[in-house]
């Protein structure tokens, strides 16, 4: 019998895709946003449309800048993946409340209020961002937060280390 993948694990290794269209040269993040398993939108990290990437600009901002990873985000060209993703069903006009955000990363503060803002009800990930207030706003929202383990192809309840 065909052996086919569960739901977690086929859109996370959808995500893996996404990422790969990144142009950010710190991090590349992908985004899917998925209702009744179904793909509404997809997104990943880089300059708005139509504007120059960092790649073109001669690099990265907040490097030139000195910020760490997770610092300094109004100096970045970039949206974020989530936010990518949540614009995409904007502009196709598409409901994304009760969907579930598949992401490379765990999302940071800012994309955690948007997610919560536009109804998304789970949120499954790959690597754990370190932001801990993105993880109290999902936890105040009643919104599950799941770590997947690409060796299982398991998502479980996220515990903080």
Known sequence: M????????????????????????????????????????TGYNGAPAGMAHCGDLGGCLRVKMGFPSGAGHEYCRALHAEQNAIIQA????????????????????????MLIGVGVTRVVFLGAYPDKLAMDLFAEAGIPLEQYDPETRQATAYQPK
């Open 2 to 41: 065909l052996e086919r993948p569960d739901w977690d694990s086929y859109f996370m290794d959808i995500v893996q895709i996404i990422k790969t269209r990144s142009s950010c040269i710190r991090r590349q993040v992908g985004a899917l946003l998925v209702k009744d398993h179904r793909i509404i939108t």
């Open 90 to 113: 904007a502009i196709m006009g598409v409901s994304i409340s009760g969907a579930t955000l598949y992401c490379t990363d765990s999302p940071c503060t800012l994309c955690a209020k």
